[in-house]
């Protein structure tokens, strides 16, 4: 099983500001990486996949990058929206299918 | 708009079996590379991956709980049902179902969208 390995497991941030989260694989997952946004009582919801494509909707403001087994999600002008917890999952072609712990955004 | 919506009992007891349906909209089972997942989450922790089935029948489970766990469709009331026998208060969590689609026939690998999700609590 690929183990997800998220960090920070918070990260303070003032509005406005540049959040940089970070997912590590165990092992490479060449570019078969998405990224969440989950919000208090919501679902998640998709933001980035392969590694770096927005999803349908998403701010240009959130932007993915990395590939094997570093990975970066990046918000580059923090929104009062935007504060939420965050969670990396791999998708190679066998499960399981494993997601990171997640990191929580909050307002500084 | 492709909707999911899961169903089922909030709270069971211990050693009971779980029955969960997602009813879905938007998409068809029977389409190539589509596929419907089962993910739960625990209060306040982490993701964690159940299951899958495929639009072929084929059938996915966690490593750790795959002999506890079933999942099958009903493709023509778009409906995928998850049973987990032998539930434990470790089990309380909001479950979802959640879609893996298709990009020109081959299976995307993310999840989106994701039902609202439903909690379930096993508590005697």
């Known amino acids: 099983e690929i183990v997800m390995?998220?960090?920070?497991?918070?990260?303070?941030?003032?509005?406005?500001?540049?959040?940089?989260l970070s997912c590590r694989a165990s092992?490479?997952?060449?570019?078969?990486?998405?990224?969440?946004?989950?919000?208090?009582?919501?679902?998640?919801?998709l933001l980035i996949y392969d590694a770096s494509t927005r999803a349908t909707g998403i701010p240009a403001r959130f932007s993915g990058s990395g590939s094997a087994t570093e990975f970066t999600l990046t918000i580059s002008s923090l929104q009062s929206e935007d504060f939420a917890v965050y969670f990396?999952?791999?998708?190679?072609?066998?499960?399981?299918w494993t997601f990171g712990q997640g990191t929580k955004v909050e307002i500084k | 708009q492709?909707?999911?919506?899961?169903?089922?009992?909030?709270?069971?007891?211990?050693?009971?079996?779980?029955?969960?349906?997602?009813?879905?909209?938007?998409f068809s089972?029977?389409?190539?590379?589509?596929?419907?997942?089962?993910?739960?989450?625990?209060?306040?922790?982490?993701?964690?991956?159940?299951?899958?089935?495929?639009?072929d029948d084929d059938k996915y489970y966690s490593t750790s709980l795959?002999?506890?766990?079933?999942?099958?469709?009903?493709?023509?009331?778009?409906?995928?049902?998850?049973?987990?026998?032998?539930?434990?208060?470790?089990?309380?969590?909001?479950?979802?179902c959640a879609r893996t689609g298709t990009i020109s026939g081959v299976v995307t690998g993310w999840f989106d969208p994701w039902g609202q999700g439903i909690l379930v609590t096993v508590s005697s």
Request: hydrophobic fraction near 30%; include cysteine.
């Open chain 1, 27 to 45: 092992q490479s997952v060449s570019s078969n990486l998405a990224w969440y946004q989950q919000k208090p009582g919501q679902a998640p919801r």
């Open chain 2, 66 to 96: 795959e002999t506890r766990l079933t999942i099958s469709k009903d493709t023509s009331n778009n409906q995928v049902v998850l049973t987990m026998t032998n539930m434990d208060p470790v089990d309380t969590a909001t479950y979802y």
């Open chain 2, 2 to 26: 492709v909707t999911l919506r899961e169903s089922g009992p909030a709270l069971v007891k211990p050693t009971q079996t779980l029955t969960l349906t997602c009813s879905f909209s938007g």
């Open chain 1, 88 to 96: 990396c999952q791999h998708y190679i072609k066998w499960p399981p």
């Open chain 1, 5 to 20: 390995t998220q960090s920070p497991a918070t990260l303070s941030v003032s509005p406005g500001e540049r959040a940089t």
């Open chain 2, 29 to 55: 089972l029977n389409t190539s590379g589509m596929c419907v997942n089962w993910i739960r989450q625990p209060p306040g922790k982490a993701l964690e991956w159940l299951a899958r089935i495929d639009w």
